[in-house]
């Protein structure tokens, strides 16, 4: 009996120790989420960014960092939480997220100000295979340019990895080519409620959640 309430003790203190833990990552990323989904409305809605648009169309996936932090990741530098989605060229449907911890040294600006979200377009299937993985930078994934914003703007864009910033709702050109990112198990675990990768996710397609409805019907509708 009294090894018997020993066990149960132990189960119960485990619950209590690891269920906050598993609370707040679901929380987080669920917020990562509707951040992300608020910041792409606004790269979508944003007046110098036809490119963009017209190019989603065709992208094998998509890296959003709804809200850079500074000293993230990388102490000294920038960071923040990333997700990164897949767009099947076969039937056009997008899956994810899958998250990432993402920072770097610096976040070159090629307007003044800091970037507050950053939106990578991603444009050959070798470059999202790449992002899968922990890199150590971006530029190792594939080339990496600044997305071209605004009336006659060059649209001869050969990168595999095209970027945009916003900084306080303002289009700021942003190369993150030092950035890298590191998969982000408890989230990815957290938020789908089992132990998933980048590639479950994103290729094998074998897990999903309601809550990521609403931003994919977003990218569905954006990549028509």
Not at 58 to 85: D, E, R
Request: some cysteine; charged content about 20%.
């Amino acid at each position: 009996m009294k090894t018997h309430f020993k066990v149960l003790l132990t189960a119960l203190l485990g619950c209590l120790l690891i269920s906050p833990l598993q609370a707040d990552d679901e929380t987080d990323a669920r917020e990562t989420v509707d951040l992300a989904h608020q910041s792409l409305e606004r790269f979508l809605a944003h007046e110098n960014l036809d490119w963009m648009r017209e190019n989603i169309k065709t992208a094998n996936g998509l890296m959003l960092i709804p809200k850079m932090i500074s000293g993230g990741f990388i102490v000294g530098g920038s960071g923040g939480h990333a997700v990164l989605f897949s767009r099947d060229t076969q039937s056009g449907k997008w899956s994810g997220p899958a998250f990432f911890k993402s920072g770097g040294i610096s976040v070159g600006l090629q307007a003044g100000g800091k970037v507050g979200e950053i939106l990578v377009l991603v444009r050959s299937e070798k470059a999202l295979e790449s992002l899968m993985e922990n890199v150590g930078k971006f530029s190792a994934a594939g080339s990496v340019t600044a997305g071209p914003a605004g009336e006659g703007a060059s649209t001869n864009i050969n990168a595999e990895l095209v970027t945009y910033g916003l900084s306080k709702g303002a289009y700021a050109g942003v190369s993150v080519g030092a950035m890298g990112s590191e998969i982000d198990e408890g989230r990815n675990s957290a938020y789908y409620g089992k132990a998933a990768t980048p590639r479950d996710i994103l290729l094998e397609r074998n897990v999903s959640s309601p809550y990521s409805d609403a931003i994919l019907a977003t990218l569905t509708e954006a990549s028509k």
